[in-house]
């Protein structure tokens, strides 16, 4: 009997102490995807460690409430990305009545209650990976959502005829987003991935547009985010055509930087970029490029060249969004190569 009474003691407390372990591992490697992060904003800090992240947009079944923190989770886990980044799904809807500039005044406002369902993936995420890592929501700026109202081709039509009028529709729009903006803050986000179009080459025939038109609120709602969040990244976005120059953007708010380096007339180094915005880079992996269709050696080459190129505070990532119908595998295999880029191994969760 005594013997017995030894061994379930000692039982007992084997697994007490594998337990405890466990959930040392589970908290170290929580601090450290945190930690990961954030010191990339500290240019004394040794780092063995390139962060990495990646994003797709998922099927409109996930896109709000909780199948989307479902969704998110779990291609998160998957792929052992170093942050959450949370998709912008609520696209303002298309008002087909919009066609001369002076129709920009009658802009709807939409107020909380348009946000909701985004709101809710917003706060059930931060609930369940915030303590794990560091969770950034995605914001189109005011002329993006200008463009999902009336179509981008509209919207830079009438800014070039008749600007005065949109500006008031842009306030409106940035009322709204701010609106969405702080509430995301109220409900604990470490952030926001700020995209930003409107100054890509030959957009606007006067560059004067998108600096008075433009940036301007682009800068209004970036602003509330550097002064309310620890960590921000400025995504200067070429989804709809490349930049000449990416000097406009160099006194934008964000922590981090992520653009494509490729201009119109050069490829600009990662060496270059970081020391034009005087910020960490994030980028690396053309987003229609080896890592949408590579076999996993072919990936692994192409992220130790990129990171053999990179800047030193670095994340690796694509430059704008990667295909929807992109093997998850695929960009596990990027995450991991980073992971192990300078001798520091970390295996994604199944």
Same mark, same amino acid.
């Given at each position: 009997?005594?013997?017995?009474?030894?061994?379930?003691?000692?039982?007992?407390?084997?697994?007490?102490?594998?337990?405890?372990?466990?959930?040392?591992?589970?908290?170290? %490697?929580?601090?450290?995807?945190?930690?990961?992060?954030?010191?990339? #904003?500290?240019?004394?800090?040794?780092?063995?460690?390139?962060?990495?992240? +990646? +994003?797709?947009?998922?099927? %409109?079944?996930?896109?709000?409430?909780?199948?989307?923190?479902?969704?998110?989770?779990?291609?998160?886990?998957?792929?052992?990305?170093?942050?959450?980044?949370?998709?912008?799904?609520?696209?303002?809807?298309?008002?087909?009545?919009?066609?001369?500039?002076?129709?920009?005044?009658?802009?709807?406002?939409?107020?909380?209650? +348009?946000?909701?369902?985004?709101?809710?993936?917003?706060?059930?995420?931060?609930?369940?990976?915030?303590?794990?890592?560091?969770?950034?929501?995605?914001?189109?700026?005011?002329?993006?959502?200008?463009?999902?109202?009336?179509?981008?081709?509209?919207?830079?039509?009438?800014?070039? &005829?008749?600007?005065?009028? =949109?500006?008031?529709?842009?306030?409106?729009?940035? $009322?709204?987003?701010?609106? !969405?903006?702080?509430?995301?803050?109220?409900?604990?986000?470490?952030?926001?991935?700020?995209?930003?179009?409107?100054?890509? %080459? $030959?957009? !606007?025939?006067?560059?004067?547009?998108?600096?008075?038109?433009?940036?301007? !609120?682009?800068?209004? #709602?970036?602003?509330?985010?550097?002064?309310?969040?620890?960590?921000?990244?400025?995504? =200067?976005?070429?989804?709809?055509?490349?930049?000449? $120059?990416?000097?406009?953007? +160099?006194?934008?708010?964000?922590?981090?930087?992520?653009?494509?380096?490729?201009?119109?007339?050069?490829?600009?180094?990662?060496? &270059?970029?970081? %020391?034009?915005?005087?910020?960490?880079?994030?980028?690396?992996?053309?987003?229609?490029?080896?890592?949408?269709?590579?076999?996993?050696?072919?990936?692994?080459? *192409?992220?130790?060249?990129?990171?053999?190129?990179?800047?030193?505070?670095?994340? #690796?990532?694509?430059?704008?969004?990667?295909?929807?119908?992109?093997?998850? &595998?695929?960009?596990?295999? *990027?995450?991991? *190569?980073?992971?192990?880029?300078?001798?520091?191994?970390?295996?994604?969760?199944?």
């Amino acid at each position: 009997m005594a013997n017995r009474t030894t061994r379930r003691i000692f039982l007992n407390s084997a697994v007490a102490a594998t337990t405890a372990l466990t959930l040392r591992k589970s908290a170290s %490697a929580a601090k450290n995807k945190r930690d990961t992060m954030l010191s990339l #904003l500290d240019a004394g800090v040794h780092r063995n460690h390139i962060p990495a992240a +990646f +994003f797709i947009h998922f099927d %409109a079944a996930f896109h709000f409430g909780q199948p989307s923190v479902d969704k998110h989770l779990e291609f998160f886990r998957y792929t052992g990305m170093d942050f959450v980044k949370i998709q912008y799904e609520r696209t303002f809807p298309q008002i087909p009545g919009i066609k001369r500039p002076g129709d920009w005044k009658k802009m709807p406002s939409y107020k909380l209650d +348009f946000y909701a369902p985004q709101l809710e993936a917003v706060k059930g995420l931060v609930k369940a990976a915030g303590k794990e890592a560091l969770v950034l929501i995605t914001l189109y700026s005011p002329y993006m959502c200008a463009g999902h109202t009336a179509g981008s081709a509209v919207v830079n039509a009438h800014l070039q &005829e008749d600007p005065e009028p =949109v500006r008031k529709g842009l306030e409106i729009i940035t $009322d709204s987003l701010m609106l !969405f903006v702080k509430e995301c803050i109220r409900s604990g986000v470490d952030g926001f991935y700020a995209s930003t179009q409107g100054g890509e %080459a $030959d957009t !606007f025939r006067d560059p004067s547009v998108f600096k008075n038109y433009v940036k301007p !609120f682009d800068l209004v #709602l970036m602003n509330e985010m550097k002064r309310s969040c620890r960590f921000n990244i400025l995504h =200067v976005c070429d989804y709809n055509a490349p930049y000449s $120059d990416l000097e406009p953007f +160099f006194d934008y708010p964000g922590h981090v930087v992520n653009c494509n380096p490729q201009l119109t007339t050069r490829r600009l180094t990662w060496k &270059e970029i970081a %020391a034009a915005f005087k910020r960490p880079c994030m980028g690396g992996m053309d987003r229609h490029g080896i890592i949408a269709s590579g076999r996993a050696e072919q990936i692994t080459a *192409a992220v130790h060249q990129a990171l053999n190129e990179a800047s030193d505070r670095f994340v #690796l990532a694509a430059d704008c969004t990667l295909p929807n119908d992109i093997r998850w &595998e695929n960009i596990r295999t *990027a995450i991991v *190569a980073a992971h192990e880029f300078r001798g520091q191994v970390t295996q994604p969760r199944n």
